[in-house]
């Protein structure tokens, strides 16, 4: 079987690429200058010349509050285009199987946690990342319409909980909340400081899930495709407080000072959990536990300053 893995450079597509089970297949990782996704007849040429049996739709431009705040267009009109693109090629070109990997930060912003997936569009998106849940909303529904239209097309939708592990982003401007704190707190720490600074009061609630967790789902959701819903969260099913993954980090890192609360940060939803009754019933559960993950990634963190 022939999988091309778009974004097979970013964190989720490293991941997939290096699970053990990668070796079973053909795999097609494609950087942007091979296939440039924001180019529907490079799409369309690529695909006639390779002929992929199945599309890991894992590209896109991501980044934590602090970048989608700053480029809301970019996250809006490059992922749109990415996604549209990309499903109606492979559409084009007949291929059958598709997974699209979204976020669940496509979810109400005030929905009711945890959160199902049939809550998409039922409410006002988060403003401080709308652009890019816009452009994973209209993936999502494009799935649905294709698969709709013609029942021979399995395009589904896996929608991801907060994700962090190896290959992340580490700078603060653009990374996410847990690689942000780990590179925060070893600066902090290399520094002497006595106190960091965590934005907001900390009791706001994430889910986060290991990189390589999420590759592991990828890997099973193939092998069992035509039983796997249309739209599935994928998750823990059980959040932490910011004020929580910042003392667990600490414990990794060694870092031993205090922490201060800035209010006048923005916090994102009060919760963000997603609802796993699906993902139990389609017979796939997360590792790796916290405190392992955590280790890997700032071991990983470590190897690559």
């Given amino acids: 079987m022939r999988l091309l893995i778009t974004g097979s450079t970013g964190m989720v597509g490293q991941n997939i690429l290096e699970h053990p089970d990668a070796s079973n297949y053909e795999v097609l ?76 930060c496509m979810y109400p912003k005030d929905a009711s946690n945890p959160l199902s997936e049939n809550l998409i569009l039922k409410g006002e998106l988060e403003p401080t990342n709308e652009g890019y849940a816009l452009a994973k909303v209209a993936s999502t529904r494009l799935c649905e319409y294709i698969h709709a239209e013609d029942e021979s097309f399995l395009y589904k939708t896996a929608i991801p909980c907060n994700l962090y592990g190896r290959h992340d982003k580490f700078d603060p401007k653009n990374s996410h909340m847990i690689p942000a704190v780990i590179s925060k707190l070893f600066d902090a720490k290399k520094s002497n400081q006595s106190a960091v600074d965590i934005w ?52 990794v890192v060694g870092f031993e000072g205090a922490f201060v609360h800035d209010l006048t940060k923005p916090v994102g939803m009060r919760q963000k959990l997603i609802d796993d009754s699906k993902l139990k019933s389609f017979g796939w559960n997360s590792s790796t536990s916290l405190e392992c993950g955590l280790m890997q990634t700032v071991e990983y963190y470590k190897d690559t300053q």
């Fill in 200 to 251: 907001g009061d900390g009791q706001a609630r994430r889910e986060f899930m290991y990189a390589g967790d999420l590759a592991d789902f990828v890997f099973y959701a193939i092998c069992n495709f035509e039983r796997m819903p249309q739209n599935i969260n994928v998750g823990l099913g059980k959040d932490y407080s910011i004020n929580d993954y910042y003392a667990e980090i600490a414990k």
């Fill in 29 to 104: 990782a494609p950087r942007r200058s091979e296939l440039d996704l924001l180019d529907i007849s490079n799409i369309k040429s690529y695909l006639a010349v390779n002929q992929p049996d199945m599309i890991i739709h894992a590209a896109g431009v991501v980044g934590g509050i602090q970048a989608n705040i700053a480029e809301p267009v970019r996250f809006l009109v490059d992922n749109m285009n990415m996604g549209v693109n990309v499903l109606t090629a492979a559409k084009s070109a007949g291929i059958k199987r598709f997974l699209n990997l979204s976020s669940s």
